[in-house]
């Protein structure tokens, strides 16, 4: 048997080399080393290297690539039909964006979850009236085509519960507890009757229907006052509390995964157990205006015009009938990566949800239109020999309509990755609702945020940046925070505690979850040249590019520590003098002396980087500490009753007004407390001061990166 490695037979001379030939090799091998650790081998793949110089040109270069008619045609193809999630046609919107991202040759993939959502089968609502008469209320919507009203869902509220409703109409304003104490005040018991609300900014519309469960309120009828801007629609929309798939809380809901049964209390919970309905302004209008009975003051803003104000109960009853069906649905993000050079293991991700309760052209595709023509412009830089620093991947969301639950799922699966290794996130819902624009973040990136702004021209001007138009004097320049649960950056924040920003051109616009939210609609009203996407799309992807490529990132800290101190002014006058706030003075002061160490160093970085003679590693070590000081004010047991949000700075409160746009535990503590001996409340409230203090304190341990 032959051994499979044969030994060489030498036939040459085994005398050894003469020193000389022997030195000199060892030396020429010497020079080859250390000419190839200070000029390495620069592969195809491997960047130019980077410099401020190089990183404008390539973000010029970035705006310069621009298209108004690409960001049209993309948005014109993706609203050709309604796609509901969980629906056949929403799988066109899959199949147009993966494509879209494949022909770009990006690492493309979907990943799929199982969700519980929720259909209408049937609704109505009659209105009969003292004189005998009865109308049946048509539910819809006025305006649209016929193939239109079968192609579109039909108004309803999603996870509204079957039922029927036969009662009294009362009009409760906006539905908020301080408009129940005005009733009461005018001896108006809503127990037994069907209320109904305009919907207004404080109370979600899930808050609406709880709050009118609470009070013995039979049913309820929503409308929205701007409907009558937009002649007929009415607005659909989630009646859930929470986020995310109700039958894997906290955990993603993945196919062979644990799911709660229907039944079990940790899903009935998020679900009112009264039906509701949306009407239109119209509708709502013929019902407000048979109603008899007194007046409440505070209701008469806008309501005046119709019957004097009358609130009810009645003499107009109604009759609301809902029948629908929860059925588990098959979602679908679908993800596309740009893998970084030098940090492949650092993630900034831009994101936009691609399913829409009708149309959906301005909520939610003007945004992934907008998403679309950034990656068709990075594929062309990379053309040009761009490659990012670290990893860029663009996320696509379904079912955020439904409670953002693609990316909740997405977000609670990879958890501890996205703790670890997650930059940013950037988010855009809508990308153009109007004129104005207006943006939302985590403070540490508000100073990135202003100047990527002046680098974006006005769509409103022939000259000026964005910044211009978005600083003048007639304007509020204000960056909002992240506290809300509106868009797919609640589960970043709130839930992982990732750094985040949210933008989009025009506060509100009438067509918002109606049949009307079309491409016809936008390029009639909202944005007809496109301008104001490009100036969206341009705004978004500096941001990222900046993250992605700056070497130190873009993070300040004292940003942070400023609105802290601002809230802590805020809170200091709403609370009585014996809850001290020494607790988070203290915490604050720790949190603005490592910010100031954090910006220090990163100067003294950055001049060492411009002379060519930066330490690499302190800069990784930097980074980590700006990228994870965020995950600092994350606080296991979360707030109380609601224990998924575990950010104690910003994040939702409960269904009632505040004058504190972060502290949510605190704010939560201090409603309570009105319904608590003064002992216990001041407890309470201390207690949560004390929560907050210690996460205030994390992030700054975090963001020096040394034990105690």
Known sequence: MTHPFTKLTTTASSKPPPPLITFTFLLILCIIGFYTLHHPYRSPATPPLRNPQTALHFQKTFLSLSSNYTVSSYLRDLTHHPHLAGTEPSLDTVRYVQSHFEQLKFNTHTVEYKALLSYPVHASVSAHFSNGTTVELSLTEKGISQNAILDVVQPYHAYSPSGSAYGKVVFVNYGREEDYRALEAAGVNVSG???????????????????????????????????????????????????????????????????????????????????SLPLSFENAQIILGSLWGGFVPQFLNDLGRVNGGRIGPGPTMVNLTFQGKKKVATIHNVFAVIRGLEEPNRYVLLGNHRDAWTYGAIDPNSGTAALLDIARRYALLMRLGWSPRRTIIFCSWDAEEFGMIGSTEWVEENLVNLGAKAVAYLNVDCAVQGPGFFAGATPQLDDILIEVTKMVKDPESESGTLYDQWSAPNRIFNIQRLGGVDSDFASFVQHAGVPSVDMYYGKDFPVYHTALDTYTWIVGHADPLFHRHVAVAGVWGLLALHLADDSILPFNFLSYSDQLQENKDILSNLLDQRISLDPLTAAIKDLTSAAKDAQNEAKRLREQEHLGGVEILKIHDLNDRLMLAERGFLDTDGLQGRQWFKHLIYGPHGEYESKLSCFPGIADAISQSTSMSKKDGEALIQHEVWRVARAIQRAASALRGELT
């Open 193 to 275: 009757c069907v209320v109904m609300a305009r919907k207004g900014s404080v109370l979600s519309r899930s808050g609406v229907i709880f709050l009118a469960e609470a009070k013995g309120a039979i049913g309820v009828l929503l409308y929205a006052e701007w409907d009558r801007l937009r002649g007929g629609g009415v607005e659909r929309g989630t009646v859930m509390r929470g986020v995310g798939d109700p039958l894997s809380p906290g955990w993603a809901g993945v196919e062979g995964g644990e799911s709660l049964d229907l039944e079990d209390s940790e899903v009935s919970k998020r679900f009112p157990k009264i039906p």
